[in-house]
């Protein structure tokens, strides 16, 4: 009788135990779909061409964010390659939209604020004037009058920036993943739902590489006319038969 009861407790163990493992599998089972589940990721994924796209390569299979099956040079071949590449784009990504933002605004503020130059590649030589260069034309907020001083400044901030990047961890901050940190530097908690992340990576992504585009046009027409972005546009929307890409064409030589 003892004998039996054992048994049955036994097995009764088993069975609990056997349904927690379940129940522990299906939850990871579904938070792994929540992110499959986006129109963006999957083999169903939009294509680069659409349906003229043709057969996507076998090792582009729609997990990462931005992967429109595009790979003809098989640069993503190899996994490790694939993902230092993707570090960099996602990276150069973020650094290229703040640089667009940041040749736009003193533009934009010209006429509300003292600004000396507010063409974003003639602002930096205001160091080397004789007042220095002020944030906004106020003093009280920047005033830069080194360059070396900067270039000391950004050496070591970057340095410490990536190397805490790299080992995922910073004083007081252990356990982030180097790419997505997530955690403090996720004060607004946007990537606490994990379908919203999903599809907040996209967008960083794709608004990343169009403002990679954009920095390479206001490099060309930096070096073409010799003025900002803004200034180009207008003209630009004020005689669009004269002041067009093409019209510019012969005009390669810097301003």
């Known amino acids: 009788m003892s004998a039996s009861l054992m048994k049955m407790q036994k097995s009764g163990i088993i069975a609990k135990t056997s349904r927690k493992s379940v ?12 992110t499959s589940d ?16 043709g057969d996507t390569p076998s090792y582009l299979t729609g997990e990462f964010p931005g992967d429109y099956g595009w790979d003809t040079a098989g640069f993503s071949a190899d996994p490790e390659t694939f993902s230092r590449y993707r570090t960099t784009e996602v990276i150069h990504a973020r650094w290229a939209m703040l640089g667009a933002l940041g040749c736009l605004v003193p533009e934009l503020l010209k006429d509300a604020f003292p600004i000396a130059e507010p063409v974003w590649f003639k602002a930096g030589s205001q160091i080397f004037a004789e007042g220095g260069l002020d944030y906004l034309g106020n003093e009280s907020l920047i005033h ?33 993943d180097s ?37 390479f046009g206001f490099y060309v027409q930096a070096i073409v006319t010799g003025k900002g972005p803004l200034e180009n546009l207008s003209e630009h929307l004020a005689d669009p038969g004269v002041n067009n890409a093409f019209a510019s064409a012969t005009k390669f030589t810097p301003q």
């Open 179 to 215: 790419l997505y940190p997530g955690g403090p530097f996720d004060p607004l908690s946007l990537a606490d739902d994990p379908e919203t992340f999903a599809e907040l990576k996209i967008k960083e992504i794709k608004n990343g590489r169009l403002a990679m585009f954009s920095m």
């Open 23 to 34: 129940v522990v599998e299906a939850r990871r089972t579904v938070a792994k779909k929540t």
């Open 38 to 53: 986006s129109l963006w990721y999957g083999p169903d994924r939009p294509q680069y061409l659409g349906p003229f796209s």
């Open 144 to 176: 830069a009058q080194s360059i070396l001083a900067i270039l000391a400044f950004q050496v070591v901030v970057m340095s410490q920036a990536e190397s805490f990047r790299n080992a995922g961890e910073a004083p007081g901050v252990e356990g982030l």
